[in-house]
């Protein structure tokens, strides 16, 4: 244990003798400049980095508001256009252009001439069909062997 004791006590003097050589001490402050110089790069670099996604997350949102706000200035110049004014006077007010005359058919007679509506006895009976499961290898064959 004296021995172990002997060499530390010997290891901090030789230290000790180089902390009073100039050149030493030098070296030593240089690489604690260079380290202090270095971290902050680092820590510069990695701020601005940060900072480059925030303004690139910000410009999106931007152009994207922007296109936002085209889109409702379109949306206001063509409720403000004559056209529309035209075809929501005659969806909601029933109202026609001058010289154009309105025929007022009565549902009974339009109901006369609509062919193809689908009963419903005929929509029942569908809906009540049993569904055939059959495997995803058969119904390819069926498709490509065009059978139903």
């Known amino acids: 244990m004296k021995h172990k004791f002997e060499h530390c006590a010997h290891l901090v ?3 000790a003798q180089r902390l009073s050589d100039p050149r030493f001490v030098g070296q030593i402050v240089f690489v604690v400049i260079v380290l202090l110089v270095s971290y902050s790069g680092v820590k ?7 900072l480059q996604k925030q ?3 910000l410009r999106q949102q931007n152009e994207l508001q922007q296109l936002q706000n085209e889109n409702a200035a379109l949306k206001n110049n063509y409720y403000n256009s004559k056209q529309y004014l035209e075809l929501s006077a005659r969806q909601n007010f029933g109202l026609a252009s001058p010289g154009e005359k309105e025929i007022l058919v009565p549902e009974s007679v339009a109901a006369t001439f ?7 006895q005929q929509s029942s009976d569908t809906a009540t ?4 499961q059959q495997s995803n290898v058969q119904a390819w064959i069926n498709f ?4 139903s």
């Open 13 to 15: 003097s030789s230290y």
């Open 44 to 50: 510069s670099i990695q701020s601005n980095y940060s």
């Open 55 to 57: 303004i690139g997350s």
């Open 114 to 120: 609509v062919t193809g509506l689908p009963d419903a």
């Open 129 to 132: 069909a049993p569904v055939i």
């Open 144 to 147: 490509f062997l065009h059978r």
